[in-house]
């Protein structure tokens, strides 16, 4: 018996029906049939078509862990063939390697160490070495030119020195005569106001953790086994909500969405969210410090957006938590509605 053959025969010792099958897991009863005839054409994909068996099982109630072991062996790729001296491995899920950036391992930034040819003679910079001295009673027959180009840079070294310890310091005068000067120029004995430093530019932050939630919090997510892929950056493989007859959610509830825990409280300037490419629905931007819907207050909306969308923090907000919270969705192209997530980032200061 096969994997769709399994599930219809948990299915109807559960007394179910493929409408109740597809009511309790929103996944459509045209896929739910095709799977029940090991047909999963419709489902988009190896991943999707796991997640549909995983939770078609939980709800006629039969284990789905040999279903989908079953699934991985008649759908593998076919080995490539090995190459001499190598071993082949084991097949597996890899996840994408990012190339490194600026300022990391490998990445760009790095320097060669190779510089350009040092023309011959002394230099500055051997100039003002330590061992410089060492190096001048080396220098036995040290040409004219080079002797005078020496002496220069050393009376440099010494006006530098003096104007470093003694500050550009004019001699001390007369309290008189600091008080007749300040009387003839006032704009003199003034003192300069201090430059106010300037806060740190935002940079992106760490996101601790990502889960999906409704309007009764983690209980009531949608898709939550996808939520961690809303923040892995690949659009081939994003978090989605479930599909909804209507955009207001068949008026059962009155939003879904991602709660972001950033570990600690941090300073949130803008907020970018990469979404389906079908643009419509609303988004909200909820920003505060305790994970809960009616705690996070409302810091930015959006209506119809598609594809990237910026939040940008009018006023630097402090917050641990970050809520994007959809109260209406967008089509999906099939006649219904359901929204795409395929990375979030934060910026702001730690």
């Not at 040999?66 to 001499?84: N, R």
């Not at 990445?107 to 003002?128: D, N």
């Not at 940079?203 to 601790?208: E, G, I, S």
């Not at 989605?240 to 941090?266: C, E, I, K, R």
Request: proline share 10%; aromatic share 6%; glycine share 12%.
């Amino acid at each position: 018996m096969g994997i769709g053959g399994a599930l219809a025969e948990a299915r109807s010792a559960a007394g179910l029906t493929i409408a109740d099958v597809s009511e309790r897991t929103r996944i459509r009863a045209t896929i739910i049939r095709a799977i029940e005839q090991d047909d999963y054409a419709a489902c988009g994909g190896d991943f999707y078509a796991r997640g549909h068996i995983r939770a078609i099982a939980r709800v006629v109630g039969t284990d789905p862990a040999p279903l989908i072991e079953e699934y991985d062996i008649s759908h593998a790729p076919p080995p490539a063939p090995s190459e001499p001296g190598r071993d082949r491995g084991t097949s597996g899920w890899l996840r994408p390697v990012r190339s490194p950036g600026a300022g990391e391992p490998g990445g760009a930034g790095r320097h060669s160490g190779k510089g350009y040819p040092r023309p011959g003679g002394i230099t500055a910079a051997e100039a003002f070495r330590p061992a410089m001295p060492l190096q001048l009673e080396r220098r036995r027959r040290l040409s004219g030119p080079a002797l005078v180009v020496v002496l220069i840079v050393l009376l440099a070294f010494g006006v530098l020195a003096y104007l470093l310890v003694s500050g550009g310091s004019t001699p001390a005068r007369s309290p008189a005569h600091r008080a007749s000067s300040a009387a003839h120029h006032p704009v003199a004995a003034r003192r300069i106001p201090a430059l106010t430093r300037t806060s740190q530019p935002p940079v992106p932050l760490q996101v601790a953790s990502v889960e999906a939630v409704g309007p009764a919090g983690p209980s009531q997510g949608d898709s939550p086994q996808l939520a961690p892929l809303a923040i892995e950056g690949n659009p081939a493989t994003p978090w989605h909500s479930d599909w909804y007859a209507t955009p207001d959610f068949n008026g059962n509830q009155s939003g879904t969405g991602l709660l972001l825990d950033m570990g600690h409280s941090v300073t949130v300037a803008s907020v970018r969210i990469q979404l389906g490419s079908a643009p419509g629905g609303t988004v909200e931007l909820r920003l505060g410090d305790t994970p809960s819907l009616a705690d996070l207050p409302v810091a930015a909306t959006a209506a119809n957006p598609g594809g990237d969308l910026i939040f940008r923090v009018s006023s630097p907000v402090a917050a641990r938590y970050v809520l994007i919270w959809f109260t209406e969705l967008p089509p999906d192209g099939t006649g219904t509605y359901q929204a795409y997530v395929s990375d979030v980032s934060v910026s702001g200061t730690a």
